[in-house]
């Protein structure tokens, strides 16, 4: 399957991406483009801390450059109404290094 197939089954969906520099982004996936550029609508950071619950830090519509997408998947939003964000401890991922 190539990544625009796999995308574009994504379209209109929540969506989880990790970026390069271990950032979490959630939203709406709106559209792509041939080098995996990504528009998120509705979108927003989860922001790990080992001593405070999970911060979300709202952005709104959202477009992610292509080189700086590490993992992208789609979100399983019954599980994740579950949990309970303020209760996570975790430490912040650290950046892809080369």
Same mark, same amino acid.
């Given at each position: 399957?190539?990544?625009?197939?796999?995308?574009?089954?994504?379209?209109?969906?929540?969506?989880?991406i990790i970026t390069c520099d271990g950032r979490n982004l959630v939203g709406n996936l709106r559209?792509?483009?041939?080098?995996?550029?990504? #528009?998120?609508? !509705?979108?927003?950071?989860? /922001?790990? &801390?080992? *001593?405070?619950?999970?911060?979300?830090?709202?952005?709104? @519509?959202?477009?992610?450059?292509?080189?700086?997408?590490? #993992?992208?998947? !789609?979100?399983?939003?019954? /599980?994740? &109404?579950? *949990?309970?964000?303020?209760?996570?401890?975790?430490?912040? @991922?650290?950046?892809?290094?080369?």
């Amino acid at each position: 399957m190539t990544a625009a197939a796999a995308l574009d089954g994504m379209l209109s969906k929540v969506v989880t991406i990790i970026t390069c520099d271990g950032r979490n982004l959630v939203g709406n996936l709106r559209g792509f483009d041939q080098t995996t550029n990504l #528009i998120l609508d !509705e979108c927003h950071e989860r /922001v790990f &801390s080992p *001593v405070a619950g999970v911060e979300q830090v709202v952005l709104g @519509l959202y477009i992610i450059r292509g080189d700086n997408i590490a #993992i992208i998947g !789609e979100l399983d939003q019954e /599980v994740d &109404s579950g *949990v309970d964000l303020s209760s996570v401890r975790a430490e912040p @991922l650290k950046a892809v290094t080369h």
